[in-house]
């Protein structure tokens, strides 16, 4: 391997630079790409299951290398439940590891039935394939959680971060 050094990297005409395809520019802590779900809801999704189930606020993203960090955002303006309600985040289809039921929110009428829920999370790449994280969610015992409220909105944006 060679090492070029320099002090000013200029292009000869135009204005972008590239990098040949299949390459990849190593700039720890620089943002490689992001993605986003973002939708408003002109009326309420709701669920009454007792087990988690996929509530359709989801992206894909396809990490450019093993190693990088993946930063999960996730939003939603307002939830309601008529007992207890649970969200988090799920990637690939399964609860992502060492995360309680309350990751993204928890709601209970007797202490806040109307809310909004968010959370910050990570995970580290392990290779290149695609990874899918979605909201999960569930009522307690019984009731109905409207996960979205009408007129609510929902976000899951995803960052990755160079290592």
């Known amino acids: ?13 135009g204005t972008t630079i590239s990098v040949a395809s299949g390459k990849v520019l190593a700039a720890p802590g ?7 779900y973002s939708a408003y ?15 359709g606020i989801k992206k894909t993203i396809t990490p450019k290398a093993s190693g990088n ?3 999960i955002q996730a939003n939603i303006s307002m939830m309601y439940a008529t ?11 399964s609860a992502m590891a060492n995360r309680g039921n309350y990751q993204l929110g928890y709601m209970n009428i007797s202490h806040n039935n109307y809310a909004g829920m968010g959370t910050q999370d990570q995970h580290t790449t392990t290779d290149t ?3 899918e994280f979605e909201v999960y969610v569930r009522v ?7 996960y979205v409220h009408a007129e609510g909105h929902a976000a899951l944006t995803l960052w990755e971060i160079a290592q």
Request: proline share 2%.
């Open 1 to 13: 391997m060679s090492t070029l050094k320099v002090n000013n990297i200029d292009t000869q005409t």
């Open 30 to 36: 620089h943002v490689l790409q992001c993605v986003q």
């Open 41 to 55: 809801y002109p009326s309420g999704v709701t669920t009454t299951s007792t087990s988690y189930v996929a509530s």
């Open 69 to 71: 960090l993946i930063i």
């Open 83 to 93: 007992a207890a309600g649970y969200a988090r985040i799920y990637m690939n289809g």
């Open 129 to 131: 394939s695609s990874l």
């Open 140 to 146: 307690g015992s019984s009731g109905t959680l409207t």
